[in-house]
């Protein structure tokens, strides 16, 4: 595995390159998640480009920029060992050498979900990817669909601004109990990581819900609520179900939909989803 710190020495590297780039951008902090971005990445290109960069552009004044879990060196084993061509670590300095002169907005599905509560954490997203897609030049991008308004945010970004890249959105892995996989799970004290898994619990609840013919998202949100609020401490942030990927609210479910959730514990904000068809059914790949 090559590893290129640069962001000169990324571009030199892929121009004029003639094989099919898989591209996984990540924050780092591996986990099963990102591996499984990997592996799929592997199967559908000739070579696989990771990124790892804390990208200071979309963490809020008082979120967990400083904090964020980071260990290159594992990351780097990890990421040798399942396959990665390259691993890019850019610095903050080269990323970033000045300050912005250009600031990228995005409007569409941003007041909704994560958007409300983390003004300008998308504009920091598609600020990063599209520097990224240029750097890097990837014919397919893979994001885990457990952050699925970034995803939504992305696939705005890459359609309406006509980047040469197509997105593919995969399963979140979770842990045996149900917790989705996520590198903040580590600031859960033991008793909230037990507590934790209600949040999926809940989801399913919702998807069998809507299975069993319940078409009304207030109803379906009702329940869920009830059932998280009683079975962990965290404080419900939100619990929303809209059209997706539009994101959209919706009065009935007759079209694809994501019902997601977000918990505040102690010192972790964790969030989670299940993107269903009308019928209720698990829509895992979207591409
Ligand atoms: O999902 C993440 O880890 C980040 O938001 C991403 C896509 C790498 C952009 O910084």
């Known amino acids: 595995m090559k590893i290129i710190r640069?962001?000169?020495?990324?571009?030199?590297?892929?121009?004029?390159?003639?094989?099919?780039?898989?591209?996984?951008?990540?924050?780092?902090?591996?986990?099963?998640?990102h591996l499984s971005l990997v592996k799929e990445a592997k199967q559908e290109n000739d070579i696989v480009v990771m990124s790892i960069f804390v990208n200071p552009l979309q963490f809020g004044p008082n979120e967990d920029f400083e904090r964020y879990p980071?260990?290159?060196?594992?990351?780097?084993?990890?990421?040798?060992?399942?396959?990665?061509?390259?691993?890019?670590?850019?610095?903050v300095d080269d990323m970033y050498p000045d300050e912005l002169g250009i600031k990228m907005t995005i409007n569409q599905g941003t007041d909704v979900l994560c958007g409300r509560s983390r003004p300008g954490h998308f504009d920091g997203v598609i600020t990063v990817l599209t520097k990224l897609f240029h750097i890097v030049q990837p014919n397919h991008a893979y994001f885990?669909?457990?952050?699925?308004?970034?995803?939504?945010?992305?696939?705005?970004?890459?359609?309406?601004l006509d980047f040469?890249?197509?997105?593919?959105?995969?399963p979140t892995i979770r842990e045996g109990d149900g917790l989705?996989?996520?590198?903040?799970?580590?600031?859960?004290?033991k008793i909230e990581r037990k507590e934790a898994k209600s949040l999926y619990l809940g989801l399913k609840l919702g998807q069998k819900l809507i299975v069993d013919g319940i078409k009304n998202p207030a109803t379906i949100i009702k329940e869920v609520k009830k059932f998280i609020s009683i079975n962990s401490s965290g404080?419900?942030?939100?619990?929303?179900?809209?059209?997706?990927?539009?994101?959209?609210?919706?009065?009935?479910?007759?079209?694809?939909?994501i019902l997601a959730v977000a918990v505040n514990f102690s010192n972790a904000r964790l969030i989670d989803n299940v993107i269903l068809n009308e019928e209720g059914s698990f829509i895992d790949r979207i591409s």
């Open 235 to 257: 404080k419900i942030d939100y619990i929303e179900l809209l059209s997706f990927p539009n994101l959209k609210s919706i009065t009935t479910i007759n079209q694809q939909v």
């Open 6 to 33: 640069s962001v000169q020495m990324m571009m030199k590297e892929v121009a004029n390159v003639n094989k099919k780039i898989g591209f996984v951008p990540t924050m780092g902090f591996l986990h099963a998640g």
């Open 164 to 170: 040469p890249v197509q997105i593919v959105g995969l």
């Open 70 to 91: 980071r260990d290159e060196q594992q990351d780097a084993k990890v990421a040798e060992q399942h396959g990665v061509d390259i691993l890019f670590l850019p610095t």
């Open 144 to 160: 885990g669909l457990k952050d699925a308004q970034q995803f939504a945010v992305v696939n705005t970004l890459v359609t309406q």
């Open 180 to 189: 989705a996989k996520s590198s903040r799970n580590v600031y859960l004290s």
